[in-house]
């Protein structure tokens, strides 16, 4: 368990005190690999995401929203943190978030929430890197970085890794064969966050929809009949998570609890090109990143804009708002919005007067880093140092060359950061670069 300073110590009296009205209920909402533009409230025409689209139409939609990294568990770990990614401990996949760093699930069950981790954790195999180890009283999910959505087994390791089933329950191995995982995902999100109880919940629900295995049953495909298989696949697996998304408010409905819900909904990094996504051994096609540059594993926008939205209907209207937020943000904002101290030592700033005031971002740069790729925001401006797209071309996950290297956009007038303006501003270039540079040498190695 992570150590608690001085002023939580003090503060938890009286917040235990507090009736459980009186402070939010939290539920963090992930998808796994999702496109930008991938949802209907963002645009896109092919797919249906009624509840989704019903949620964003009453949230503080977020357009200028960001993942701290361009991959999953890097990603996750900042969400869950409040950290950038090397910060705990997870710099790339193969790592594990630190064990007792101060953390959604191990903050939250300190100040007398219950704590649930649901899906995918990605996080940790070893007993002190465990959900339960983290802070959440109930684990229901799966640890690796994927899995066969029936089977519920890793099958991408081989041949030096050979397949095995990996889905728990804490930390006892269950199985479930032939369910389809997003629909017991949203089972075991209903049973927990109705619990008749007077304590309030903080759940982690990480969908790992539509990520790879491309699975989905006879039920949600024939809704999109009309598209080409793969998009169709696709298309299907977010329905399934939209469905759950619909059983679950009318859940919370029911046991009196929406309104007083403070629900985060985020992707965790752009759609992928990864050929084991695909058909026929050939580079997926199905998500859309469109207008942005990029797909996951690429710090052009296309791998880190991601989709978010806010929705508490006690404090928070609908509005878009364009200020610059990352998702390292989520862990002080939904602390702030329940009252409760931050922990030190956090990169992720609250947004609580965003989301509650149109205030301006807090951030004044943002930062991040990939398999050699740098980059750094400030304002409309976006430097990326040694960027790949990591797209359909053989070559996609190799640097740039030349003068784009260093590469320049203005995301207000350019959010494809298709035209590079180093020349234009070698000023402005050095200063960000700099900036990125001291950024990543202060990072642990």
């Excluded at 009296?13 to 009186?22: F, Y």
């Excluded at 930008?36 to 409230?41: H, K, Q, T």
């Excluded at 930062?367 to 740098?374: A, E």
Aim: hydrophobic content about 40%; overall charge neutral.
């Amino acid at each position: 368990m992570p150590q608690l300073t001085r002023r939580q110590i003090l503060a938890a009296p009286a917040l235990l005190a507090q009736p459980a009205k009186a402070r939010p209920n939290i539920l963090v909402v992930v998808l796994d690999d999702l496109g930008c533009r991938d949802l209907g409230y963002l645009g896109a025409k092919d797919l249906k995401t009624p509840n989704l689209d019903a949620l964003a139409s009453k949230s503080a939609v977020l357009s200028n929203w960001y993942s701290n990294a361009p991959v999953c568990a890097p990603a996750r770990a900042s969400i869950l943190s409040g950290r950038y990614p090397a910060r705990a401990g997870v710099p790339a996949n193969s790592s594990e978030l630190t064990p007792g760093l101060p953390n959604l699930g191990a903050t939250f069950r300190a100040a007398g929430y219950r704590t649930a981790a649901i899906g995918k954790w990605h996080l940790g195999l070893k007993p002190d890197t465990h959900p339960n180890a983290h802070g959440f009283d109930s684990f229901y999910g799966f640890l690796n970085g994927c899995i066969d959505f029936y089977s519920h087994r890793f099958y991408w390791g081989e041949p030096n890794r050979p397949n095995f089933h990996d889905l728990w329950r804490n930390r006892t191995e269950i199985f479930e064969d032939g369910q389809y995982f997003t629909e017991r995902m949203t089972d075991e999100a209903i049973q927990f966050l109705t619990a008749k109880t007077d304590q309030p919940f903080c759940t982690y629900l990480a969908f790992n929809a539509p990520h790879y295995p491309m699975h989905a049953p006879d039920k949600y495909m024939r809704r999109f009949s009309n598209l080409p298989l793969e998009r169709q696949t696709y298309a299907a697996m977010i329905s399934a998570v939209d469905d759950g998304i619909g059983r679950i408010r009318a859940s919370l409905e029911q046991s009196g609890q929406w309104d007083n819900t403070l629900l985060f909904f985020t992707g965790d990094n752009g759609a992928t090109t990864e050929k084991r996504a695909g058909l026929d051994g050939q580079y997926a096609t199905a998500g859309v990143n469109t207008p942005y540059r990029g797909f996951k594993f690429s710090v052009f926008d296309g791998g880190t804009h991601i989709p978010g939205f806010v929705h508490y209907p006690a404090k928070i209207q609908h509005r878009t708002l364009p200020q610059i937020a990352q998702a390292m943000d989520i862990f002080p904002t939904v602390l702030d919005a329940a009252g409760l101290p931050l922990p030190s030592g956090l990169d992720g700033l609250s947004i609580w007067n965003v989301l509650t005031n149109n205030a301006a971002s807090p951030h004044k740069e943002l930062f991040w880093t990939n398999q050699g790729q740098l980059a750094v925001r400030r304002g409309p401006w976006k430097l990326v140092i040694n960027g790949k797209d990591f797209d359909r071309r053989p070559d996609g996950n190799k640097s740039l060359t030349g003068d784009d290297v260093l590469f320049l956009s203005n995301l207000d007038e350019d959010p494809s950061e298709s035209r590079n303006q180093r020349a234009l501003h070698p000023a402005l270039v050095d200063e960000l670069a700099t900036l990125a540079a001291k950024w990543q040498a202060a990072l642990p190695k």
